[in-house]
């Protein structure tokens, strides 16, 4: 017989192995796991990834509390790798002794900068927990990168992509009714760039985009914002596209 292979479960396996292995209260975030143990401090690409991870999570399972772990984690990394001087993001961590120079990465190589993942990573939080502070952020990360990006876009690809969110604006859904999961895999199947996607059975006032939420009576309702600012909901995938 055949197993249906449940992509979903398996990134949420991954993660857990992740937080089961890679972390711990008097470590912290590891970089390498070998030989059944967890070494040497992680960097910014490593926690970048892992929040981008979350995020995404979110969006697959519709399971809010990803998001709360990403915003732990940037919390974590501005305070531990940001630079006074500059408004990126040092590559090592400020306690981190074994390096002769703390670098900065900033170009997109066949591997994203954890700069710009980072920067991407703020933006989406600075919405979904109404942070201005980190929207700010993103925005000067890339603005200080503004002639270099459009001049040569093939070595700053994530940081092009994050200027067109900027200069665009997001686009906000939140789907809120008894057949969210229904409707936001439908909405996964589709290409949407530059939006943030959250879904709930019901309103939930810990996320700004959730809040005074309902459905009316209806199976599901789609809203579609910006800056909070919700168009009349809909309640098909095909309306809201």
């Known amino acids: 017989s055949l197993i249906r292979f449940d992509a979903k479960a398996e990134k949420e396996r991954k993660i857990k192995f992740l937080e089961e292995n890679l972390y711990s209260e008097k470590k912290g975030w590891q970089h390498t796991w070998k030989n059944e143990e967890a070494k040497y401090p992680a960097f910014l690409d490593d926690l970048a990834y892992l929040m981008q991870a979350y995020i995404q999570l979110q969006e697959t399972t519709g399971k809010s509390d990803y998001l709360l772990k990403a915003k732990t984690l940037a919390g974590f990394v501005l305070q531990n790798f940001s630079d ?7 590559f090592t961590h400020q306690d981190q002794n074994d390096v002769i120079i703390r670098k900065k990465e900033v170009y997109d190589g066949a591997v994203p900068s954890g700069n710009a993942v980072m920067a991407h990573n703020l933006l989406y ?21 503004g002639n270099a990006i459009v001049r040569y876009p093939t070595s700053f690809g994530v940081w092009a992509s994050l200027m067109q969110i900027l200069i665009k604006g997001i686009n906000e859904i939140a789907v809120v009714g008894a057949d969210a999961e229904t409707v936001r895999k439908e909405i996964l199947k589709k290409y949407l760039p530059g939006k943030i996607l959250q879904s709930s059975l019901k309103e939930d006032k810990v996320f700004p985009l959730l809040q005074g939420k309902n459905t009316k009576d209806k199976p599901v309702l789609l809203y579609l914002c910006k800056d909070y600012s919700c168009r009349q909901p809909v309640a098909t995938v095909h309306e809201l596209l």
């Open 84 to 90: 006074d001087e500059t408004p990126f993001l040092f």
């Open 125 to 145: 939080l600075s919405v979904v927990f109404d942070i201005p502070a980190w929207k700010e952020k993103a925005y000067n990360m890339t603005d200080s990168l």
